[in-house]
């Protein structure tokens, strides 16, 4: 429990004031404006704050409104809600009662007066504050004092708990619910950080939730856009038959690259990303399937076939069989650009097991300490793993749903995620019976998050004939913002990671 001081004191009335109307008395001349003010910050209230970051008195209120979805309250209901709900005061984390611990014949309290001591200061308190007014600027400027206050006195609060969780005499948690446990270690302390770490982001400028009103102000920004190139586009895939209906790539959206076991999906996001860096696009990988040497030899194989036409095999690469003097001039001469060309993208690697609860921290770390990028690449997102044990399933889709509104809302300049996924082998040996058979939305994934959370789904598919070819299959599974592909086959040099276009493959 933090000490409030009086400043602070003042910004959370001018808060709970704005929102509180029930014990409102006839007759007040600010009521027509005080349910006006209601109206409007109780929405914004409920976005800023999706957390009870208060404190007894101020706490229950927040549970009622936002926890009990009641909105607007009398003295008389919120004397039912106490008394029905008489855990949400005694067993909250929120609520200090030791200050009623004695009463004046110095007696021990019991909890029956505790609670009603502490009911008696809420009835009070909602009538004051109904009966109060505030702008809807004070209003929005005492959120930000509080916060801007509540964040500092949080991380401290969180660095001396971790000291403590960390010695041998551990800490007593108190949890929501009355629950108090003993932790110690390194494990509980990183469980602990991260369950206040999440509170911290939701207090973030990046995590905030906005609102976006279709009126005047909007349209006269839209004509003042319209002079302005789209900041957000990126990039074509560089293969006709998907650009004519796609587009561009854009930043705040996924891209899904669905795919059998070893049939091209890695190679086919070094092909994006090989693009990307050469527009100077700053990319970031975090290779769950294979090796950062694995993908830094792809990339200098890809390089090498698009700056010079030369075709290496990538596995030579990454083994050092250069073969001949002159292989091994294009290999170097690819490092250095890849390391120091000032034209070309920043390429940086994130290695390590992906967790569901903590990921996002690493790529935000990542983001700010190595590279700032505007494409991550997570190959394959659906071998995220769990600190706490959760199912496949609940991981995989928990995973999808944090990236997508990671790029989408909370980074400083939204990126691009491309998420290679495997098909079920049940839809492989379908396709391969069929060959002639399309790939769409009711291809199966791992988990249906492969299909539902990114804004474009392709699919990769080639026989071992037309890998011998150099032949592959692509397929439009799905697509959030464009009209579908038809199926086409691209001429493909596998070992360098290279896709292009050819008409006659598709003629008839």
Known sequence: MFQIPLGIEESLRNIFTAILVGGL??????????????????????????????????????????????KVFSVEQLNEIIDNNRDLILKSPYVDLSQYNMITDGRQTTEDEKVEAFKKNLEELLIELSNEKTAEEEFISSMNIYVAWYKTNFMRETANNMAMIMSDTGFEYKQPGGRARLIKGTTEAENYYNERAKILKELSEESRMR?????????????????????????????????????????????GILGPPKGGKTRFSNFIVQRALSLGLNVAVWPLEGTSDEWIS??????????????????????????????????SAAKIALATSPTIGRLSFIEGVAYCEDFIDVLEAHYNNENPFDIIVIDSLVNIMSRKNKPK???????????????????????????????????VDHVRSNPEETLDVTSGGESSETIRSPDEVIGLFSSKEERAANIMRIYSVASRHSGNFDDFRVRCDLQCCHFYSDPSLNNG
Request: charge should be positive.
């Open 211 to 255: 609102a976006l009103v279709v009126d005047a102000g909007w349209l006269e920004k839209d004509f003042e856009a319209e002079n302005t190139p789209d900041d957000k586009t990126l990039f074509t895939f560089g293969i006709q038959e998907i650009d004519e209906v796609v587009g561009e790539l854009r930043r705040s959206n996924m891209l």
């Open 298 to 331: 792809m990339q200098l194989a890809s390089y090498i076939k698009r700056s010079s036409g030369v075709s290496l095999n990538s596995k030579h690469i990454l083994q050092r069989k250069y073969e001949d003097p002159k292989r091994k001039k294009y290999i």
């Open 25 to 70: 008395k006839r007759g007040n001349p600010v009521a027509k404006e005080k349910l006006m003010v209601q109206r409007i910050c109780m929405a914004r209230f409920l976005a800023e704050f999706p957390s009870n970051i208060f404190q007894n008195e101020y706490a229950i209120f927040y549970s009622i409104v936002a926890d009990l979805n009641t």
């Open 393 to 427: 399933a609940e991981r995989i889709s928990e995973g999808y749903m944090m990236l997508k509104n990671y790029i989408a809302n909370r980074m400083k300049k939204s990126a691009l995620a491309i998420v290679p996924a495997q098909l079920k082998q049940s839809v």
